[in-house]
C-alpha cells in the first residue's frame, strides 16, 4: 500500500472519528437540554401542587357563615327571627352584622329599633345564632295579612382564623300564603359592605 493510500485511510478514520466524537457531543447536549427541560417542569408541577394544596387548606379551613332560617317569633311582641349559623369548620372573628326590615320597600327607621352593634362577635361553628328585629303589631298584621310587602335583608362581614375578611348578603321575602320567608338572592361580595352600618 502506498504512502497516498494509507494517508488517505488514516484521514478517513480521523474524520469518522470526530463524526462519532461530534454525533456524541450532541446527543450529550440533547440529553442535558432534556434534564433541565425536565427539572424545570418538576418545579413547575411542585410548586403548582404547593399552591393548590394552600387554596385547599384556605378554603376548607375557613368559615362559612349564612343563614339557617328566617320567621316570625311572639305575636303579641312581634319580631323576624334570622337564625345565623357558621357552616365552616373554625370560627368566624369579628363578625359585623346588620339586618334590616323593608315593609313595601322602606327600611324600618333607625329610632324604631337600636341599630348600632356595641362590638363584633364570633360565630362559633355549628351553633345557633338567633338575632331578630322588632316590627310594630300593624306592621306585622299588615304583613302575614298580605297587605304589605316584607323584605329581610341579613348582611354580614366576618374574618377568618388567617385574617382573611369575607362577606355575606342574603334577602328573604315573606309569602302571606304559603306563611313562610323565601330567599331573593344574595352575594358574597365585599364590595358593597361598610363598617359604619351595624345591627345588633
Same mark, same amino acid.
Given at each position: ?9 488514516? $484521514? ?32 413547575? #408541577? ?8 394552600? *387554596? ?5 379551613? &375557613? %368559615? ?13 311582641? @312581634?319580631?323576624?327571627?334570622? !337564625? ?29 329599633? @337600636?341599630? +348600632?352593634?356595641?362590638? =363584633?362577635?364570633?360565630? =362559633?361553628?355549628?351553633? @345557633?345564632? %338567633?338575632?331578630?328585629?322588632?316590627? =310594630? ?7 302575614? +295579612? ?10 354580614? &362581614? ?16 315573606? !309569602? ?8 331573593? $338572592?344574595? =352575594?358574597?361580595?365585599?364590595?358593597? *359592605?361598610?363598617?359604619?352600618?351595624? #345591627?345588633?
Amino acid at each position: 500500500m502506498s504512502d497516498l493510500e494509507q494517508a488517505s485511510e488514516r $484521514g478517513t478514520t480521523t474524520r469518522n472519528l470526530l463524526n462519532r466524537i461530534a454525533n456524541a457531543l450532541e446527543i450529550t447536549d440533547l440529553i442535558a437540554l432534556m434534564m433541565a427541560v425536565a427539572t424545570g417542569l418538576s418545579a413547575y #408541577a411542585t410548586w403548582k401542587t404547593a399552591q393548590l394544596t394552600n *387554596e385547599i387548606l384556605l378554603t376548607s379551613q &375557613r %368559615p362559612y357563615v349564612g343563614i339557617e332560617s328566617v320567621h316570625f317569633a311572639a305575636e303579641a311582641n @312581634p319580631s323576624v327571627v334570622a !337564625d345565623l349559623r357558621n357552616f365552616g369548620t373554625v370560627q368566624a372573628e369579628d363578625a359585623i352584622i346588620r339586618i334590616v326590615l323593608k315593609i313595601n320597600g322602606r327600611a324600618l327607621p333607625a329610632e324604631f329599633e @337600636p341599630q +348600632q352593634q356595641a362590638t =363584633s362577635i364570633v360565630l =362559633s361553628p355549628a351553633v @345557633p345564632h %338567633p338575632l331578630y328585629r322588632h316590627l =310594630s303589631a300593624d306592621a306585622y298584621h299588615d304583613v302575614v +295579612q298580605g297587605k304589605a310587602n316584607l323584605i329581610v335583608e341579613v348582611r354580614v &362581614r366576618y374574618k377568618g382564623p388567617r385574617g382573611d375578611e369575607h362577606c355575606y348578603v342574603m334577602r328573604h321575602s315573606y !309569602d302571606h300564603m304559603d306563611r313562610v320567608f323565601y330567599p331573593l $338572592g344574595g =352575594s358574597l361580595g365585599c364590595e358593597h *359592605e361598610s363598617d359604619t352600618v351595624l #345591627a345588633r
